[in-house]
């Protein structure tokens, strides 16, 4: 079924509509694939970079901080249990 935008949607509980058959349902959901992947926008060259490097560093905070919460907990277990076969 087509909408007045141009876009293919589904007969969605109208009770004249016909129930599409498995075949035309897959045509109908390929079709809307395709009307989707028309609006896709891709980045520019220059966004592309600043989101690279957005990521890069937010992943380093985040390993940053993991690691040094392993190091808190490491140091806070050896305090509470202590060290086997220490002095």
Request: aromatic letters at 10%.
């Amino acid at each position: 079924m087509v909408q007045d935008g141009g876009e293919v949607v589904a007969a969605g509980g109208a009770p004249s509509a016909k129930k599409l058959n498995f075949f035309q349902r897959v045509a109908l959901f390929i079709r809307q694939v395709l009307i989707e992947l028309r609006k896709v926008v891709t980045p520019t060259r220059q966004e592309l970079v600043k989101f690279t490097i957005v990521v890069l560093v937010f992943v380093t905070i985040m390993m940053a901080l993991v690691y040094g919460l392993d190091v808190l907990f490491v140091w806070m277990t050896t305090i509470v249990f202590g060290v086997p076969g220490g002095a």
